[in-house]
């Protein structure tokens, strides 16, 4: 199994909303990532986990909240979300962490659209 | 802020024609060189992680070279197909305390049947 699923795959909540994006797999993959892409851009790190332990924020405001509750799951906790929040929501894992060469596998995004 | 980018943003070609795109990074700032496939609808695919100056690999009809001295890579298709239609992304690791990959916008490739 070389899938990272994630849920839902659309998403439209307004500004007052709480939502939870999932992402899961099951490739024994110590490392789990949230990237956001905004059409005509590239995707842009926002979160790395690193056995379970938050590794890296790239200075993302607190209304988005990452979790991982074990090593397969990545969740993403969105709250009081601005209309600018909008874009696409994508998880992905690699073996590890650190190594540079380590190739990530994507999951197909969640489309979010916040009004 | 690193500075990754690809040309041209967009090709048509047509099926049986072999193409190449171009990925420039800062050759001061390399750890890794990835470049993905990303077809409509579907999730990014890895296709190459290169470290090595002078590094060329190859995935069928896909191939790609990398010279960190100057700061450049080149992704090769040979005799295009219309599944080969996608997004190709590169994205540089710069290494150091943040293991991070910098995408660049990708070249929007169409092959035309």
């Known amino acids: 199994d070389t899938e990272v699923t994630q849920t839902p795959k659309h998403l439209v909540m307004g500004m007052t909303n709480k939502k939870s994006l999932k992402c899961e797999q099951h490739m024994g993959h110590r490392a789990m990532y949230w990237y956001k892409q905004k059409a005509k851009k590239p995707p842009e790190l926002m979160f790395v986990y690193s056995y379970e332990k938050l590794s890296i924020n790239e200075s993302v405001p607190s209304r988005f909240s990452p979790e991982c509750p074990n090593s397969s799951l990545l969740n993403l906790h969105l709250h009081a979300l601005q209309p600018e929040d909008s874009a696409l929501y994508l998880c992905?894992?690699?073996?590890?962490w650190g190594q540079g060469g380590e190739k990530l596998f994507f999951g197909s995004g969640t489309q979010l659209s916040v009004l | 802020i690193l500075n990754v980018e690809q040309s041209p943003q967009s090709l048509h070609v047509q099926e049986g024609d072999s193409t190449n795109f171009t990925c420039s990074f800062p050759s001061s700032n390399f750890y890794a060189l990835h470049w993905y496939r990303w077809e409509t609808a579907k999730s990014p695919e890895a296709l190459f992680v290169m470290t090595l100056n002078g590094d060329e690999k190859k995935k069928g009809r896909i191939s790609a070279t990398l010279n960190t001295k100057e700061g450049y890579s080149y992704l090769y298709i040979k005799g295009s197909q219309p599944e080969d239609s996608a997004t190709y992304l590169c994205a540089l690791n710069s290494g150091g305390s943040n293991y991070k990959l910098t995408f660049g916008k990708g070249t929007l490739l169409t092959v035309n049947p």
């Open positions: 992905a894992s690699s073996q590890d």
